[in-house]
């Protein structure tokens, strides 16, 4: 399918990515024609030993052909690894661009393009597609343009030595390269099979593993093990079936390469035996015979590898081709201080036919607390998600201070806009990094002093080191509580307008409830608040209720009234508990 790729977009690849490292290619080409014109010069030497020792010569001839031939195999070696060094070098800074290019593209994709893929895949992209490309800069391109070089010096090298040596060589090499083209496209569709399902398996492995806890706790086990059996059993059979026309492949290319080898002694020996050619070169004949296998070998795999690289640089490019739906608006800067928050028949569904809000309208004032109540998957979150801009709605409008947030940058809006999500990712790094989320420009003290406004100075005091403790990856060191905590102190360092605060559903012991409310107080206090509760402790501070139902507000207003009207539905909630009706 990649055959047809053009060479000019492989030359554009080459180009974008090797042009700032000019000096470096430059010095790559440098010792690469070099080493391979000692190759070719190397065998000369020997000839004219064997000739000169045929014929009697002096000893010391002889000495300096032989110390001539070790000093310049020596060279010819360092230029090879040299090469090879600078090639791997520029290859690594070429990919880890591109890496970090993709990373960034990919991070700011929207997020309903990261629901839809599955991170595994996305690892095979940015991964192994890249490392393809990167054996495209390093490998491929040396030694698809080293072997094309050596190739045609060996030619032209044994053209100047006898003209007819000359053809019958380059006919040799022009039907090895057709032949061995011609049977490795039957191991392209084997070998493409053999790495889809490399793919599903480590997609497959990868979501399991990132599912470890709900596996075992739901004896999936059995399940997931015998799934693992079948896929790896697809592996094993495409791996060994594109093996087998792997092997058929060297065998026949070794099987005519003998058969040329053979070919090039009876000739040699038949114009060795007319007196054309002295015994020095029909060595030379025969060297420059076994010198011409590897480009043969090489140039044939080489092509193959291009389509890999096709086909890697195909997907690299459909990604960075993927862009984000969600994009910055013409910049209104979203007022300071406390937000007034305004929804306006905001309908939104993720996938088609299956709304989730069909229609939401409600006006917060600016420094009120908005009490977000609704059943388990009634859209709490999700309207949540809406005024982060993570995803947008299909229609109707969002303001926070009477700006569309549609019309700020998402930078703008993610400044003013703080949320505190139900389940708070935690980084494997510091406290210190954790907090700040990598910014240096945060000071200690006013680090410290966030910690000690939300009272964490006692639980910061008991960790072994203090803001440098690092933390576990998946956040297992700290309890859910205290990572909400963390949640805040992050809020506080940025001082939005507006805070969202999805709380987790779990249960938290007394300390820390008392904690956590303590804190969101202070958290909340000038600043416009959302609160998607689950307990009734957190809802009481709220100024207005919501009560999400089908996609629907179906009660909206003021706590107080609401709490004190018998026929209100978040009366009856009181009155049931909200923890039996909401959790
Ligand atoms: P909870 O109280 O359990 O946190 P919630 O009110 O926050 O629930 P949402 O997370 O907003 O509920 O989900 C609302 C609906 O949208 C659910 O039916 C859910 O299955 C669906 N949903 C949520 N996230 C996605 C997503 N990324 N893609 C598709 N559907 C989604
Ligand atoms: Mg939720």
């Keep these: 399918m990649n055959k047809n790729i053009p060479l000019s977009r492989y030359y554009n690849l ?41 014929a009697g010569e002096a000893m010391d001839v002889l000495i300096t052909a032989a110390v001539a031939f070790i000093a310049l195999a020596f060279l010819q070696q360092l230029f090879g690894v040299g090469a090879a060094y600078v090639g791997e070098n520029v290859a690594w800074l070429a990919t880890n661009r591109l890496r970090e290019r993709l990373t960034k593209h990919s991070l700011n994709l929207d997020m309903s393009f990261h629901n839809d893929t599955n991170p595994g895949a996305m690892i095979e992209r940015i991964d192994g597609d890249v490392t393809q490309l990167s054996n495209f800069f390093s490998q491929l391109v040396i030694s698809i343009v080293g072997n094309i070089v050596l190739l045609i010096g060996i030619i032209v090298v044994l053209t100047i030595e006898d003209w007819r040596l000359g053809l019958a060589f380059g006919i040799f090499a022009m039907l090895m390269l057709g032949v061995l083209n011609w049977i490795r496209n039957i191991a392209v569709e084997a070998q493409k099979a053999w790495r889809e399902a490399n793919m599903t398996l480590f997609g497959f492995i990868e979501e399991r593993l990132a599912g470890t806890e709900d596996i075992r706790s739901s004896g999936a086990v059995d399940y997931v093990l015998s799934k693992l059996d079948q896929l790896q059993s697809v592996v094993r059979k495409t791996q060994q079936s594109a093996w087998y026309r792997f092997i058929a492949i060297h065998t026949t290319a070794g099987f005519m390469m003998r058969l040329g080898g053979a070919v090039a002694i009876i000739a040699s020996w038949l114009l060795f ?3 054309l050619l002295t015994i020095g070169t029909v060595y030379l004949v025969f060297h420059y015979y076994n010198l011409l296998g590897r480009p043969i070998r090489e140039l044939s795999q080489q092509v193959e590898n291009l389509q890999t690289v096709g086909a890697s640089m195909e997907r690299l490019e459909d990604l960075l081709a993927e862009a984000p739906k969600i994009k910055d608006g013409i910049g209104t800067p979203i007022p300071e201080g406390a937000l007034t928050v305004q929804f306006d028949d905001v309908q939104f569904t993720y996938k088609a036919d299956e709304p989730i809000l069909k229609g939401i309208s409600f006006d917060l004032q600016a420094g009120q607390i908005l009490g977000l109540l609704g059943r388990t998957g009634s859209g709490k979150t999700t309207m949540a998600r809406l005024l982060f801009h993570l995803y947008e709605q299909q229609s109707g409008a969002i303001r926070l201070g009477d700006v569309d947030i549609r019309d700020a940058t998402l930078t703008q809006l993610r400044q003013r806009v703080a949320m505190v999500t139900q389940d708070v990712q935690l980084f494997e790094a510091t406290i210190r990094d954790n907090l700040t989320f990598f910014n240096r420009d945060i000071s200690d003290d006013r680090l410290m002093s966030v910690i000690q406004e939300l009272e964490l100075k006692e639980w910061l005091d008991s960790l072994p ?33 507006l805070v969202i605060l999805d709380e987790a559903s779990s249960r938290l012991d007394p300390a820390t409830e008392q904690l956590i409310e303590r804190a969101i107080n202070r958290l909340l206090k000038g600043r416009t608040g959302i609160i998607i509760a689950h307990r009734l402790g957190t809802i009481e ?11 629907d507000v179906i009660e909206y207003g003021n706590r107080t009234d609401l709490a004190s ?8 909630l009181r009155q ?8």
């Design 541 to 551: 501070r709220a100024d207005q209720i919501l009560i999400l139902q089908d996609g």
């Design 565 to 572: 009207d018998p026929n209100s539905r978040f009366y009856q």
């Design 465 to 497: 080191d203090g803001l440098d403790t690092v933390l576990e990856t998946g956040g297992r060191s700290l309890s859910a509580g205290e990572a909400q905590l963390l949640a805040f102190t992050r809020i506080f360092l940025r001082d939005p307008g």
């Design 273 to 275: 035996q007319n007196e």
């Design 14 to 54: 080459l180009a974008e990515y090797i042009a700032p490292q000019k000096t470096r290619f430059s010095l790559l080409a440098l010792m690469l024609l070099t080493s391979i014109a000692l190759q070719l010069f190397i065998p000369q030497i020997t000839r004219r030993f064997i000739d000169q020792a045929l």
């Design 576 to 583: 049931t508990g909200l923890e039996e009706v909401l959790a």
